[in-house]
Nanobody
Framework: QVQLVESGGGSVQAGGSLRLSCAAS????????MGWFRQAPGKEREFVGS????????LYADSVKGRFTISRDNAKNTVYLQMNSLKPDDTAVYYC????????????????WGQGTQVTVSS
């Protein structure tokens, strides 16, 4: 079992920044591929970005590329999502997730999920 707890959400004006953290406990954090997802009201959960077990490679959705950065600190069992130049369309509940697969192919490949943290961006 892996327990994930997100923090760092809040309200910010458009153009502002937030950094989300996701603290993991349980099994060896460095064994897990980590992802960030978000879900806006009335919409399906969507992929935001992900990072490999070593932190060497990160992938991003086109909608956040160039504005968001994912990183991880395996010594602290934490993955981060730095969000800059926020837009009202970024308003959503943000979730981190862990996958035991080397490279997940879909949301179904993520085994563990956090409870989510709300991000609200006002215009």
């Amino acid at each position: 079992q892996v327990q994930l707890v997100e923090s760092g959400g809040g309200s910010v004006q458009a153009g502002g920044s937030l950094r989300l953290s996701c603290a993991a406990s349980g099994r060896t954090f460095s064994n897990y591929y980590m992802g960030w997802f978000r879900q806006a009201p009335g919409k399906e959960r969507e992929f935001v970005g992900s990072i490999t077990q070593s932190g060497g490679t990160a992938l991003y959705a086109d909608s956040v590329k160039g504005r968001f950065t994912i990183s991880r600190d395996n010594a602290k069992n934490t993955v981060y999502l730095q969000m800059n130049s926020l837009k009202p369309d970024d308003t959503a509940v943000y979730y981190c997730a862990a996958s035991a697969r080397v490279v997940p192919d879909s949301t179904r490949d993520y085994n563990y999920w956090g409870q989510g943290t709300q991000v609200t961006v006002s215009s």
